[in-house]
């Protein structure tokens, strides 16, 4: 089972950016995607983007041109640049990675949150 380790979040002032990592302890190429979720409080948890072996990335709408994912195959990271947050982007982020049998492993999140 690979082992997921996020960094990278923290307090951000409206406005500005964080770049998020998240650190695979196996080839993330191995898997069909990596992506990234986010879960506020009382809220359902989200996709927020995700990227394929071969390169196709998704995004959710609301998120586009805001949000940027990355990997770098060599270190086994994916990245996820956040530009321009908005106090409602304030939740736990956290990486995933799905086999190609469907099975999902999750990190254990990075609190990220905006003031206003």
């Known amino acids: 089972q690979v082992q997921l380790v996020e960094s990278g979040g923290g307090l951000v002032q409206a406005g500005g950016s964080l770049r998020l990592s998240c650190a695979a302890s196996g080839n993330i190429l191995s898997f069909y995607a990596m992506g990234w979720y986010r879960q506020a409080p009382g809220k359902q948890r989200e996709l927020v983007a995700s990227i394929t072996s071969a390169g196709s990335i998704n995004y959710a709408d609301s998120l586009k041109g805001r949000f940027a994912i990355s990997r770098d195959n060599a270190k086994n990271t994916v990245y996820l640049q956040m530009n321009s947050l908005k106090p409602e982007d304030t939740a736990v982020y956290f990486c995933?990675?799905?086999?190609?049998?469907?099975?999902?492993?999750r990190g254990q999140g990075t609190q990220v949150t905006v003031s206003s």
């Open positions: 995933n990675a799905v086999d190609w049998g469907g099975n999902e492993n």
